[in-house]
């Protein structure tokens, strides 16, 4: 776990949140290397071996994020990767200069650190997240290839908190996750479906 004034980085950039509750939002997001979670879609497998990516200040973070913030970022968006595996308590700290929230997209398999006035937390079937996590996030999030992954979604949505908002979201490329989803979030008021706009739209 890295607690050093410097975290590695894969990317950093400013674009619109492309999915869940805040999808269509300007963002600015820091994307941290490492992540041992290992799940077989992930679109961001470049970003797990966390010394293939170069160290950052949290003061260069922190500039940047309070730059996209006075051009029009609504919010600042912590990922990965699997963001927990570093203390995060420094890097919020930096970056309250932004005046602006912070939100945490996470898997849940590690203790909570920093503090996020918005934690998405997306939990994954091989690895169940922390139960305080789940009771705590603002938004669950799970992606859905097949049944086995509604059936997990809805012991997800028991153990979450009741103003949770809830979401499914269907695997990309994935035709059965996608119907699926639609049908579920059709027939279970309590959920709605989340996609991924920014493939879509084919910005970053």
């Not at 679109?43 to 260069?60: E, V």
């Amino acid at each position: 776990m890295t607690t050093a004034a410097t975290l590695p980085v894969v990317e950093t950039f400013h674009s619109l949140q492309g999915e869940g509750h805040h999808s269509g939002r300007s963002a600015f997001f820091i994307r941290l290397a490492g992540c041992t979670v290992g799940c077989p879609w992930c679109d961001t497998k470049h970003s797990w071996p966390p010394d293939r990516h170069p160290d950052m200040a949290l003061a260069t973070l922190a500039e940047e994020a309070s730059e996209a913030c006075r051009n029009g970022a609504a919010f600042i968006v912590v990922t990965g990767g699997e963001p927990l595996h570093h203390s995060l308590a420094p890097l919020t700290e930096a970056l309250s200069v932004s005046g602006r929230p912070l939100h945490l997209e996470t898997s849940g398999v590690d203790p909570l650190s920093g503090r996020f006035d918005w934690i998405t937390l997306s939990p994954k079937r091989h690895r169940p997240p922390r139960a305080d996590l789940l009771r705590h996030c603002h938004e669950l999030k799970v992606v859905i290839h097949n049944t086995e992954d509604l059936v997990f979604a809805e012991s997800m949505a028991a153990g979450a908190g009741e103003a949770t908002l809830l979401l499914l979201q269907p695997g990309w490329e994935s035709p059965d996750g996608q119907q699926l989803a639609v049908d579920h979030a059709r027939t279970n008021p309590r959920w709605r479906l989340s996609l991924q706009t920014h493939k879509w739209l084919g910005v970053r």
